[in-house]
Nanobody, 127 residues
Framework: QVQLVESGGGLVQAGDSLRLSCAVS????????MAWFRQAPGLEREFVAA?????????????RIADSVTGRFTISTDNAKNTLNLQMNSLKPEDTAVYYCAARVGTTLTDSDYTYWGQGTQVTVSS
């Protein structure tokens, strides 16, 4: 059973940067697709980014980034720390949302059909 715990959210100003982390436990020796989603008040959950996290240590690769954050957000994994990260630069007020970490078995960089979810971390960007 994969467990995901997000951290790093907070209140920042427009133009600032923030780095979210997702601690991953219970991961088996299988390939996973790891992703970040976000949900703003009154809106549906939105795909942000996904990456492959293969069973072979040190081998990662393949990412997919939503058009709304391309060039500003970067997704990565850290094998040593067992974390999924989301580096967010040039933040805008419209990036305000609860950000969720998600995982699924397999390596398809899909924007849906994730099995495991974290509890979310709030990101608020003031103008």
């Amino acid at each position: 059973q994969v467990q995901l715990v997000e951290s790093g959210g907070g209140l920042v100003q427009a133009g600032d940067s923030l780095r979210l982390s997702c601690a991953v436990s219970g991961r088996t020796s299988r390939d996973y697709t790891m992703a970040w989603f976000r949900q703003a008040p009154g809106l549906e959950r939105e795909f942000v980014a996904a990456t492959k996290w293969t069973a072979i240590r040190w081998i990662t690769g393949g990412t997919r980034i939503a058009d709304s954050v391309t060039g500003r957000f970067t997704i990565s994994t850290d094998n040593a720390k067992n974390t999924l990260n989301l580096q967010m630069n040039s933040l805008k007020p419209e990036d305000t949302a609860v950000y969720y970490c998600a995982a699924r078995v397999g390596t398809t960089l899909t924007d849906s059909d994730y099995t495991y979810w974290g509890q979310g971390t709030q990101v608020t960007v003031s103008s």
